[in-house]
């Protein structure tokens, strides 16, 4: 939980709005300790390759022997100075250690450094970046996927025309994917902090849901749908002219033209493979 | 406690004070005096004049016995009062009063939790801050605010009060209790570590001589419920929701234990309490990490489960787990609903929880034998199939994955810390229900899994619509479905009165009553972004209905 909240307009992790930038009100300790001289960084990083790092990972997370994830450990997180490792480090890593025998100073330019990386946290217990890793996104098939395009899709979307080149604009595989499920908006929000950029720009062909409304003597309003709920609605005619109109179960007749809306029925019947097989189509679309 | 905690000795003296002072119990509601006074028995009885607890009352039903509001006249409903609270530190008349460890001053917080109404006063909270008003005009009394040492602000779910004491929890992870008259404080305590970043939105809940009290951590953090005793402070039980040592019960249910005492399950939100078992039972959270369950195969107890506690001694009755290995970060921290309703015939001792992963769940609530689940959400497409125990397990393509899965409900939820409503008279469980979609992607294939929510992306991509939905408890049957035009809004949670009215919001900005039976809106006002669920209260009888929206809370009454 957190978790969430207003749920009208507000996600549930709009954390941004609350100040939990790095050291702001919001932040914990590990955001909020000063940075630490990088000499004495730089020299704990090499304490920590050579004596931690083989066991508690080259980022801290744990390792193949058995060594704990030092970004979440109490003793790392109440830790100033050092003062929670020593006793660890003198008591059960002793043995561990061997002849490397850690002085304060060494312990000190140690703590520095993991204090460091955990500094370097995004938020909501998310771990630092770590190196770059290849992730394949683009694992459908084309083929399967032109099939699909002009089963389901072709009645509205053409590769010839809105969706001329779509393949060479600038997007990665997954802001591609989420740009056409979504039916040109990219999608909204909930990308969670430090989660990088994942919604594209929107498709400048996209069209506006529109409305007609009809009111009892027949006289009719259309225009661009500004919003609605079950008592008013409210629309922009085309001299842009906002008009209102209270809503009393079916009076006034309301029709609104969503061009989304068969995106939408279809979230519910893609298969992940026809999504992953339309994209690899799509991509292929220069 | 740790040994940081403590407790303001110079205060330890007052509570045989103010005990001295004490009318008889359950007589607080004379406004003329201001005597506030709850006690602590007269919160197992209907829910009626006063609203001293965070549902109302033990049930978190959230149902009113309140009737003077009905179908018949709720059209009148009209504004008796609206009023805006200030956070921070102020100065006014009369000059907030300052409390805290910490040297930040956090403002901006809104009104996202219970407003409890005892003795004709009003206490609200945001983070940071508690508010007292006059409930007949909204008038502030007092105001307390908190300096901050920093975590997580994201809400307050509210007080909860025990005879003159007020009790509240703060971001950076005190209870603090107040003298609920003057706003002064008693003292505090800390209940959970800030610097392994925990943080503390819950609204703590007074059964008998214990205040039960929940936090929250996004850092693989272990969850757990603590009682403090309502007049030091002092610790009474404190349960963790993972095996926390060798020889724990559901330590085979993780690959070890370290994974086990990083793996979540906060007790986010206020439990429900029988007072015939004497059961405490909440839901718990998610494990952790949330989204990359690699590292933690097995079903990881006690997250996403229904808990039964021994209220005296934090001892486990009874779970019920309703996310087995839950790996899309929904918690059941939704309000475990106490019903009694016939099951096969039979008359049944039950709770219900419409819960965050769009299933539908009933128990029985003194063995925690299982009696329904059912899928609410019209869309909901995660899970695999149900366990032996009639649970949803996630189904490994509807998790986050590199190429991308299509998934529904989003984080959010089909719903969330909204809570639901049961009302005896129809029979029918209300709650939102969100069938909105997102494309979940692996971007930590580390085999240890990430930490917290790192390790993924998640993008909406839309949604096919947002319904109140009323479901039979016994059954899990959905009775009927009402859409909201506005797919992009949502409730905030619902109250049901014995007026055969349930209010609630509609994510456009409008506060509604419908009627109960079917749905259909019988009264409606535009308040704008409502921000916490709707309440009741009587006083000199006539009723009020009151909501947040924001910083403002609006008060509506009949002339």
């Known amino acids: 939980m957190r978790k969430a909240l207003v749920v009208a307009a507000v996600s549930l992790w709009s954390i941004a709005a609350f100040g939990q930038g790095r050291g702001g009100v919001a932040s914990f300790p590990a955001q909020q300790r000063d940075p630490a001289d990088p000499a004495l960084v730089a020299r704990g990083r090499a304490i920590y390759d050579t004596e931690c790092r083989r066991c508690h990972g080259a980022d801290l997370r744990g390792g193949e022997q058995g060594g704990s994830n030092l970004l979440r450990v109490p003793a790392v997180l109440n830790d100033r100075e050092g003062e929670l490792l020593q006793p660890v480090l003198q008591g059960s890593h002793k043995e561990r250690l061997g002849p490397a025998v850690l002085g304060p100073d060494d312990v000190k330019a140690l703590a520095a450094y993991i204090h460091s990386v955990l500094a370097l946290a995004p938020g909501q217990g998310a771990p630092p970046p770590g190196p770059p890793v290849e992730l394949k996104v683009l694992v459908g098939d084309a083929t399967a996927g032109e099939r699909y395009f002009t089963a389901r899709c072709a009645s509205c979307h053409s590769v010839t025309g809105d969706l001329k080149g779509i393949g060479a604009r600038d997007l990665g595989p997954a802001q591609l994917q989420n740009l056409w499920i979504a039916g040109g908006r990219g999608g909204g929000g909930g990308r969670g902090r430090g989660a990088g950029p994942v919604a594209p720009p929107p498709m400048t062909t996209r069209r506006e849901t529109t409305v007609t409304v009809t009111l009892p003597n027949g006289q009719k309003y259309e225009g661009r749908l500004e919003r609605i709920d079950d008592f008013m609605v409210t629309l922009t005619q085309a001299d842009g002219t906002p008009r209102s109109f209270r809503r009393n179960g079916d009076v006034p007749k309301v029709d609104v033209r969503d061009p989304l809306e068969a995106h939408r029925n279809l979230l519910p019947i893609y298969t992940d493979k026809d999504i992953h097989d339309v994209t690899a189509y799509l991509a292929g679309v220069k | ?559």
């Open chain 2, 1 to 559: 406690m740790s040994a940081k905690n403590f407790v303001a000795a110079s205060l330890l003296l007052a509570p045989v004070l103010l005990a001295a002072q004490n009318p008889a119990p359950g007589t607080g509601t004379g406004t003329g005096t201001r005597t506030v006074v709850v006690d602590p028995t007269t919160l197992t009885k209907p829910l009626a004049d006063e609203w001293a607890t965070f549902a109302g009352d033990y049930t978190s039903r959230r149902y009113s016995t309140l009737k003077q509001i009905n179908t018949s006249n709720v059209k009148n409903l009209t504004l008796a009062w609206m009023t805006s609270v200030l956070t921070g530190p102020r100065g006014g008349v009369p000059p907030t009063i300052i409390g805290g460890v910490g040297t930040r001053e956090f403002t901006g917080g809104t009104i996202k939790g219970a407003v409890l109404q005892v003795g004709g006063i009003l206490y609200v909270t945001a983070p940071d801050n508690v508010w007292a008003l006059d409930a007949l005009d909204g008038r502030e009394i007092w105001h307390y605010f908190w300096r901050t040492r920093g975590a997580t602000h994201i809400g307050n779910r509210g007080a909860a009060i025990w005879n003159n004491y007020l009790f509240f929890e703060t971001p950076d992870n005190y209870l603090v209790s107040l003298d609920a008259r003057t706003g002064k404080e008693r003292w505090y305590v800390e209940i959970a570590d800030f610097e392994e970043q925990y943080f503390s939105t819950p609204a703590p809940v007074v059964v008998g001589n214990h205040v039960i009290v929940g936090t929250g951590n996004d850092l693989d953090g272990p969850g757990f419920l603590q009682s403090f005793d309502p007049e030091t402070g002092k610790l009474q039980w404190k349960f963790y929701t993972v095996p926390m040592k060798a020889g724990d019960p559901g330590l085979e249910t993780w690959p070890s234990l370290e994974t086990a005492k990083y793996g979540g399950g906060h007790t986010w939100m206020p439990g429900s309490y029988d007072p015939e078992t004497k059961f405490y039972i909440f839901g718990t959270g998610n494990p952790s990490p949330a989204y990359t369950g690699v590292g933690r195969p097995g079903d990881n107890l006690y997250t996403c489960a229904l808990v039964a506690l021994n209220v005296d001694t934090g001892k486990m009755a009874w779970h019920y787990q309703m996310s087995p290995h839950d790996t899309h970060d929904w918690d059941t921290v939704q309000n475990p609903m106490l019903i009694d309703a016939p099951v096969n015939g039979k008359p049944r001792k039950l709770v219900s929880v419409a819960a965050r992963n769009g299933y539908f769940f009933t128990v029985d609530r003194v063995t925690g034998e299982h009696i329904v689940t059912t899928k609410y959400g019209t869309h909901t497409n995660w899970a695999g199939g149900l366990n032996s125990k009639k649970a949803p397990w996630p189904a490994p393509e509807k998790e986050a994955i590199i190429p991308g899965a299509l998934v529904s409900p989003v984080e959010g939820g089909t719903t969330n810390w909204q809570p639901s409503a049961y009302s005896p008279d129809t029979g029918l469980a209300y709650t939102q229900e969100a069938n909105s979609f997102n494309m979940l992607y692996l971007t930590d294939p580390d085999p240890r899994g990430s930490m917290g929510l790192g390790g993924k992306l998640r993008v909406e991509v839309g949604s096919t619509g947002k319904f109140l939905t009323a479901i039979e408890p016994a059954t899990g049957k959905v009775a009927w479905r009402r859409k909201y035009p506005n797919s992009g809004g949502g409730g905030i949670g619902f109250l049901a009165t014995a007026g055969g009215l349930l209010f609630g919001g509609d994510g456009s900005g409008n506060l509604i009553a419908h009627d109960a039976k079917d749905g259909k809106p019988l009264w409606h006002t535009r308040v704008g972004n409502i921000s916490n669920a709707p309440q009741t209260y009587a006083i000199d009888g006539k009723q009020y209905l009151l909501v947040g929206t924001g910083d403002q809370l609006w008060a509506f009454n009949l002339y």
